[in-house]
């Protein structure tokens, strides 16, 4: 057990294990670093005023912290001129962000050396960026999320020159980051290979949840499922395509199929709201905190996004709750336990559809698929099965 003292860096958001895929990760990794005995400083951070720190949003790790810190993030918007355009060239994350200052650089020291700080966990991109940026004596590690440079642009398939332009920027501010930090985890096998690029010190660390054991039973007839807010890039565009290319098919073979929606429906197109609107077999749920009684074991569980980025925090929770996982190829290629034995795999949204159907009318092959689903979780996506690889990487940062 450490008796080390870790900085956790993190926007001032929910850190429970249902809200958000984001606030399940925060979550994961409080949780890992408590049970390896480290003393956590938790820093939340305040990147507008929309974004206004509340205390309760700790309330389901208060238990594992030491300290809750809040703090308003700085921002100065630059001057233009020759300076400005050297920053371009020199300079990105300086051009591209506005919150490397002496402001918030003073108040990170004072805080490290205020609470005997032995190292910064710092959560998500921004976060990251400004404390590698201050070239701190303090060794840092990135939990890194996804690649901001690869979402742009499929948030933005046909970007103009000026978007173009600070794509390319922000690539090389991550590719930059990834290289200054002590050390980066990642949720995703694959972008943990590519952090490795550039980077020797890399661990996939799959997001972690504590296990369930529900006695819930399956409904007569499976119906399909979808979580997750439409504020993140995944949900939003994966489910519209689903209902676009999939759900007429599925319909047209299994009448009486439902498809159950989970989450806040803020950010969804006015596209994707009327085809949920319009048909009454589609039930949208909305945000639900628990779960457990929403979650039941048999039925379909979707993940339509197509293509690899980022990791899917919900792969787990559907493990976990031994419903069948019906998924891209692409969209879990992050996890090299994902196999054809523990999940319905799909070659694209066409192949997903049509392998709903013949799973709907195969009986009991989903509930051995879920079971097998339910194993893989209790082997790899638990605190106790991540811990060991967690403590050998941290034992090599300084």
């Not at 457990?292 to 197509?306: A, K, R, S, T």
């Not at 792969?315 to 996982?325: A, I, R, S």
Request: glycine residues 4%.
């Amino acid at each position: 057990m450490s008796s080390k003292t870790v900085l956790f860096i993190v926007n001032n958001s929910k850190i429970d294990l249902n809200s958000s895929g984001g606030a399940s990760v925060y979550f994961s990794h409080v949780d890992l670093l408590h049970s390896l005995g480290y003393k956590i400083i938790l820093l939340a951070t305040q990147w507008n005023d929309v974004s206004v720190f509340n205390t309760d949003d700790y309330n389901d790790v208060r238990e594992k912290l030491d300290t809750i810190i809040s703090y308003s993030v700085v921002k100065q918007q630059p001057n233009k001129g020759i300076k400005r355009l050297s920053d371009a060239i020199f300079n990105p994350t300086k051009f591209e962000y506005y919150f490397i200052n002496k402001e918030n650089n003073n108040f990170i020291e004072k805080t490290i050396l205020d609470y005997k700080i032995d190292f910064i966990w710092a959560e998500w991109r921004w976060n990251a960026i400004m404390v590698a940026a201050f070239n701190l004596k303090t060794p840092s590690i990135y939990s890194h999320h996804d690649w901001e440079y690869k979402l742009a642009k499929l948030r933005t398939p046909n970007q103009n020159l000026n978007k173009r332009f600070h794509t390319f920027q922000k690539k090389r501010v991550e590719i930059n980051l990834i290289k200054n930090v002590a050390g980066v985890v990642s949720g995703s096998y694959t972008e943990t290979n590519e952090v490795l690029e550039h980077q020797k010190k890399a661990l996939y660390l799959p997001t972690t949840y504590i296990n369930i054991e529900s006695e819930l039973k399956p409904n007569k007839s499976p119906r399909i499922v979808h979580l997750g807010g439409m504020g993140t890039t995944a949900n939003r565009i994966g489910l519209e395509r689903f209902l676009t290319v999939c759900w007429d098919t599925i319909k047209t073979a299994i009448p009486t199929i439902e498809l159950v929606i989970i989450g806040k429906l803020k950010g969804a197109s006015e596209k994707l709201l009327n085809l949920i609107n319009s048909d009454k077999d589609i039930i949208s749920l909305g945000f639900v905190k628990e779960l457990d009684n929403v979650l039941l074991p048999g039925d379909f569980h979707i993940i339509p996004w197509e293509f690899n980025t980022g990791t899917r925090t919900r792969v787990p929770v559907v493990f976990n709750h031994k419903q069948v996982l019906v998924s891209t190829k692409a969209a879990v290629e992050c996890y090299p336990e994902v196999t054809d034995k523990n999940a319905i795999l799909c070659d694209n949204l066409t192949d997903m559809g049509h392998k709903i159907i013949e799973l709907y009318n195969a009986n009991d092959k989903g509930m051995k698929i879920a079971l097998e689903g339910k194993q893989l979780f209790k082997n790899h996506f638990t605190t106790a099965s991540q811990k060991e690889n967690l403590s050998t990487f941290l034992q090599k940062i300084k």
